[in-house]
Nanobody
Framework: QVQLEESGGGLVQAGGSLRLSCAAS????????MGWFRQAPGKEREFVAA????????LLADSVKGRFTISRDNAKNTGYLQMNTLKADDTAVYYC???????????????WGQGTQVTVSS
């Protein structure tokens, strides 16, 4: 089992930045891919970003390329999502996820956090 807990969400003006953190506990986090999904009201969960266990492979949704950065610190069992130039469309609950062999862009990862709200005011 892997337990995930997100933090860092909040209210920010359009054009601003936020950094989400994902603290992991349980099994060896460093063996897992980790990633982020988001879900806006009335919409399906949407893939945002993913990073391999070593950090050497990164996937980003087209909608966040050039604005969001995903990273991880395995020594701290923590992953991060740096979000810059935020837009109103980025408003959503953001979920941290982990999986040994993920299906990447589909919301079928094994482990999920509870989510953290990000609200971008225009």
């Amino acid at each position: 089992q892997v337990q995930l807990e997100e933090s860092g969400g909040g209210l920010v003006q359009a054009g601003g930045s936020l950094r989400l953190s994902c603290a992991a506990s349980g099994r060896t986090f460093s063996s897992y891919w980790m990633g982020w999904f988001r879900q806006a009201p009335g919409k399906e969960r949407e893939f945002v970003a993913a990073i391999s266990w070593s950090g050497g492979n990164i996937l980003l949704a087209d909608s966040v390329k050039g604005r969001f950065t995903i990273s991880r610190d395995n020594a701290k069992n923590t992953g991060y999502l740096q979000m810059n130039t935020l837009k109103a469309d980025d408003t959503a609950v953001y979920y941290c996820v982990a999986d040994l062999n993920p299906q990447f862009r589909t919301p079928k990862w094994d482990y999920w956090g509870q989510g953290t709200q990000v609200t971008v005011s225009s």
